[in-house]
């Protein structure tokens, strides 16, 4: 039997530990950090949270992706499905109703880091029309460390 999928926004007081508990699980790929506490999630939810989507199976969150858009450019952040539930489209469809809801904002270009040694993720986002900007070069700053 083909499960019903649900893509809806984030509730933090529903969601927030079971997002964190899926992130955690994921073998890779996945980089759970200080930008992930409850502050820093309610402090990004304070913008765009009609771009912090999760997928539900079941009741159970199996996977989420976040957008963000600055009014200039948009970004791509924590995209991730669980493993029991990869190769089914719902990666492809969270990454596209990001990309709609971008679009729909005015946004006219987005961006996202991938780690260089993560070729699935990278074979993923080609497949879903995304290019590899090798013009660029990624320059970071920490305002906190
Ligand atoms: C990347 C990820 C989100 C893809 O999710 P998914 O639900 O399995 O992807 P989908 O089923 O929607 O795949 C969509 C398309 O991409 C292709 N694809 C997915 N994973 C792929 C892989 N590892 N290699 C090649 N192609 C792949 C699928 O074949 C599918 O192609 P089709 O539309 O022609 O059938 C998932 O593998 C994941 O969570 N990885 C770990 C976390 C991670 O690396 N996230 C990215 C952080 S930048």
């Not at 890779?28 to 989507?53: A, C, H, Q, Y």
């Not at 970004?75 to 969270?94: E, N």
């Not at 990454?95 to 780690?115: F, I, P, S, Y």
Request: proline share 1%; glycine share 8%.
């Amino acid at each position: 039997m083909v499960q019903q999928v649900l893509i809806r926004e984030f509730i933090f007081t529903n969601d927030y530990d079971r997002t964190i508990n899926l992130w955690r699980g994921i073998e890779r790929g996945m980089n759970v950090g200080r930008s992930d506490t409850p502050e820093e999630t309610l402090k990004k939810l304070e913008r765009d949270p009609d771009l912090f989507l999760v997928a539900e199976i079941d009741r159970e969150i199996i996977g989420t992706i976040i957008g963000a858009f600055d009014g200039r450019r948009g970004m791509i952040y924590h995209l991730a499905v669980h493993k029991d539930f990869r190769g089914q489209g719902i990666g492809a469809t969270l990454l596209a109703e990001v990309e709609q809801r971008l679009k729909a904002k005015g946004c006219l270009k987005c961006l996202m880091h991938v780690l260089d040694d993560n070729a699935e993720a990278i074979e993923f986002y080609k497949n879903q029309g995304w290019r590899h900007a090798t013009e660029d070069i990624v320059f970071v700053k920490e305002f906190f460390t």
